[in-house]
């Protein structure tokens, strides 16, 4: 097993597995610290904005519809915005300086597939910019909107959210998790792992609400479904169906 105290001196660069070639690598100007705090503050300010917007609608929502809002806001601006960013620039980020190529570099540190072009990772996140960042977005537009289709959509987002980091972690299992540092505090356990994990509890929580309501509003139209084909049977003697 590689040290993973840090890269061998004649490399230059700090990510797994250590011959990875990254002739343009340009190493970071930004600290950890400063890079992840930003984000996080922008991301805080989306959800503060969300949860402003969803409390000024005039039928009120309950406190979990607004936090699953915020949650459905802020997937939309991650998805489009910083996923968005790799999907473009995937084949020159390990030279670029920009603060989401370096956000990038340092989220690479847990696996570095974000640095070599790596197939599946470069289809999963250009289709989870273009089409999951999207159904996110008009999913709360649904919601606010009070739109039929609200549930449906809050379904098929929160599987393809699931479906696609479900198979971001067990292709990196299938390869021994050889693209970052085993067990590191930070780069595995809090990069690799603990931000991966939420998109896999929070999409399970959305996809037991949406079925739940559409389970139910599925269960109504089969009551009004069976009355209407009683009375017609009681009328006509039998008669076309409607199921």
């Known amino acids: 097993m590689a040290d993973q105290d840090g890269p061998p001196k004649k490399l230059k660069h700090p990510f797994y597995p250590w011959d990875l070639s990254l002739p343009d690598y340009v190493p970071n100007d930004l600290s950890a610290p400063h890079l992840v705090g930003l984000f996080a503050a922008v991301m805080c300010a989306v959800v503060l904005l969300a949860w402003v917007i969803t409390g000024r609608r005039k039928e009120p929502f309950c406190g ?3 936090l699953s809002l915020c949650w459905m806001l802020s997937s939309a601006v991650i998805h489009w915005v910083l996923e968005g960013y790799f999907s473009v620039y995937h084949s020159s980020l390990a030279g670029r300086s920009s603060y989401l190529a370096q956000m990038w570099k340092e989220y690479a540190k847990g696996d570095s597939r974000y640095l070599s072009s790596d197939n599946f990772t470069v289809c999963m996140e250009s289709v989870t910019a273009v089409v999951v960042g999207s ?3 008009l999913t709360f537009v649904a919601f606010m909107k009070g739109n039929n289709s609200r549930y449906t959509l809050q379904l098929s987002v929160s ?4 479906y696609g980091c479900v198979l971001y972690l067990l292709t990196e299992a299938r390869e021994g998790f050889s693209h970052g540092p085993v067990g590191h505090p930070l780069y595995f356990w809090f990069y690799f792992l603990f931000l991966n994990l939420l998109w896999v509890v929070v999409p399970l929580l959305h996809i037991w609400d949406a079925a739940g309501h559409v389970a139910s509003c599925q269960a109504v139209s089969d009551f009004y479904i069976d009355e209407y084909n009683r009375r017609m049977a ?10």
Not at 159 to 162: D, E, I, P, S
Not at 234 to 243: E, F, M, T, V, W
């Open 159 to 162: 599987v393809c959210q699931l």
């Open 234 to 243: 009681a009328i006509n003697g039998g008669g076309k169906k409607l199921r």
């Open 135 to 137: 159904l996110a977005f």
């Open 64 to 66: 979990w519809r607004r």
